[in-house]
């Protein structure tokens, strides 16, 4: 089964700084897509980034960039000119690519809860 | 931009009671979720449902859960008999279609309390 692990339970950054947040995953597929979501105070799940696991390329998303090392299973997620509407709880998540049947549900890490000081 | 709806967003119900989690996907989505976080947990998934039937289902979901499109647009999740532990935030989802090249999107959640 595919696990999901995110080991910084908080983490906290200045306003206009770079903060990057960890996540490694464990499966034994070779396909699959890997996210960062966003939970503000609100609880609302927001989708900040996504990456197919058979592009080599990171993703980027305005301030928003990702590090995929696939060989390492790490997928970090780095925020550039960090704004106090940055600061929530934000997790990664594991998505089988659902061939053949196979689960189409989102795993999700424990999640880091990300403050940002003015 | 198109956004799943969800009703209530919060909910007090007696334990024992039955509580039905109303949702509205967005309408050109045919894939259809229900995930759970318990405060201060990890979201974790409940059922998916497409084509008018359970495609997937995880260990949470027993028999005192049931989801149904009643309709062309709602889809609903209902706990019979509510324990104190079924206290979370009740998340529904929906995607366009299977497989992980479409992003699942989450509308703001249901607070639920068994007290």
């Known amino acids: 089964a595919q696990t999901v692990t995110q080991s910084q339970p908080e983490m906290s950054v200045q306003e206009a700084e770079t903060v990057t947040l960890s996540c490694t995953y464990d499966?034994?597929?070779?396909?699959?897509?890997l996210f960062w979501y966003k939970q503000p105070p609100s609880r609302q799940m927001i989708l900040v980034i996504r990456?197919?696991?058979?592009?080599?390329q990171n993703a980027t998303e305005n301030r928003f960039s990702v590090n995929f090392q696939k060989a390492a299973k790490s997928f970090s997620l780095k925020i550039s000119d960090s704004q106090l509407g940055d600061a929530a709880m934000y997790f990664c998540?594991?998505?089988?690519?659902?061939?053949?049947?196979?689960?189409?549900?989102?795993?999700f890490g424990t999640g880091t809860l990300l403050a940002v000081q003015p | 931009e198109p956004e799943v709806t969800q009703t209530p967003s919060h909910q007090v119900t007696q334990m024992g009671q039955e509580v039905i989690l109303r949702c509205v996907p967005i309408?050109?989505?045919?894939?259809f979720y229900w995930y759970r976080q318990i405060l201060g947990q990890k979201v974790e998934f409940l059922v998916s449902?497409?084509?008018?039937?359970?495609s997937e289902k995880s260990e949470i979901f027993d028999d005192q859960f049931s989801v149904e499109r009643p309709d062309g647009s709602n889809f609903t999740l209902k706990i019979r008999s509510t324990k104190l532990e079924d206290s979370a935030m009740y998340f529904c989802?929906?995607?366009?279609?299977w497989g992980s090249g479409n992003t699942i999107y989450f509308g703001e959640g249901s607070w639920l309390t068994v007290v």
């Open positions: 309408s050109n989505h045919l894939y």
């Open positions: 499966t034994s597929e070779s396909d699959y897509y």
């Open positions: 998540a594991y998505r089988s690519a659902g061939y053949g049947g196979a689960t189409n549900k989102l795993i």
């Open positions: 990456q197919e696991a058979y592009k080599q």
């Open positions: 989802a929906s995607s366009e279609q």
């Open positions: 449902f497409y084509n008018n039937e359970i």
